[in-house]
């Protein structure tokens, strides 16, 4: 594939140059061109630098979705900066881990975010915060946006190389310390060009950004994909309440939606009113960072006749899509097949392709492939090989070139010497009434070695669950050692930014009983 930009803010100015008036960002009533965009850009980038950032220096953000977190992106980029987006639901420990790991020198953060930023050693790690929003605590080491976008002076851009490191996401440590994923310009930019051919997206479009910027699938696709198109894009700084996010949908034209199961779920059996259902403009649904299930995907292609929700796969180590269903192409159940120059293979523990049909090793090719950890060389060898990314999930192909996933490599339960695959479990149960969501685990058993269990979350307005019927239902569907031996009622399972369920946290909470 060939790249037209080497870096970020190359991508910006050409855009700015040809779409100087287009509308490239709205929030709320305001709207904003690509021409304002490259202002506030080059005005942010003279601050940063007057204040001694530098190439190769990290800045991290803790920003909510903002146009200040996009200014910030490509003005760091024009400093030959690298960004390291936080996930701003971290506590203060949590932030300071990376603000230590990823040895940022700035950090740029709201002002709602003041009370974790304040309780966390930020002050003492980075040599300055920037902050957006309401001003908050005055001093030698804070600054205020609105002071950065009021500079007079200039900077020339730093010139920076598709190979070299544009973005440090961290990974979200479901199964340890998060790691810093390191992706340069070109995994970022082959990322948004090979989605934007699978959702043949057009600068007409407009998307939507309700899920955090932070996260990779947002950053990627919902963020930096647009910019590359030169459509338009739609932010909403807080999803409360959620029906502003229906409004704006519908108020802006939004035709590309970018959601997550959690997301879906819900709208699947959300009554929305009729003008709605009637006058939308959305195409495509585009759903990430954690699996569907069947009867949302079911659900959902009943409910809108005009779009198509398009489930994919991805990873941050991966910038993060590596496969998609299509318009053309879908199979139930998959997460479709590998995007524009990326190649996917199931491999054995000897790194051997198997037959289509047999589970093994996911493992991805391709220029969306991270450059490794920071900091971590061992792991970074352990988990790229000959070129190969070895994802961690398990899976298999069919003839055509579907995925299927089934599991995370790590979640696999061994009971007297047979796999168990916690997913396949998940997906007959998550069928059964009253059910809204489950996640079934291993725990250590004398007799079987490891034995599943089952925590379930019910689905909203249900109060109760008929377990001996669940149980009947279980016997029908699954094999013995498939069942879970325990079922435990939960209010709410524990998730990630994006939904994704934390079954390390369910571990521990299980031990604590103990």
Sequence with gaps: MEYPFNNFYELITFQAKKRAKKVALFVDDEKITYGQILDAVDKLAAYLSSLGVKKGDKVAFFLRNSPEFIYSIFAASKLGAIVVPINTFLKEDELTYILEDSGSSVLIASAVHDKVVNGSKASSLCQFILWEGDSVTKGEQHHSFDDALNTKTSVEPIGTKLEDTAVIIYTSGTTGKPKGAMLSHKNIFSNGASGAMTIKVKPKDRGIVFLPMFHSFTFSIGVMMPIQVGMSTVIIKSIQPFSNIFKQTLTKRVTIFLGIPDVYNALAKAKLPWYFMWFNSIRAFISGAAALQPKTLDAMAKKFKRATLLEGYGLSEASPAVCMNTFKNQKAGSVGTALHGYEMKIVDGDMNEVDYGMIGDIIVRGDNV????????????????????????????????????????????????????PREVEEVIDIYEGVGASAVIGIIDERSGEIPIVYIELEEGVESLDEAGLKKYMKESLANYKIPKQIHLIKELPKNATGKVLKRALKEMLKDEN
């Design 370 to 421: 991270m450059q490794g950890y920071l900091n971590r060389p061992t792991a970074t060898e352990e988990t790229i090989i000959n070129g190969w990314l070895l994802t961690g999930d398990m899976g298999y192909m069919d003839d055509e070139g579907f995925l299927f996933i089934v599991d995370r490599k790590k979640d696999l339960i061994i009971s007297k010497g047979i796999n168990v695959y």
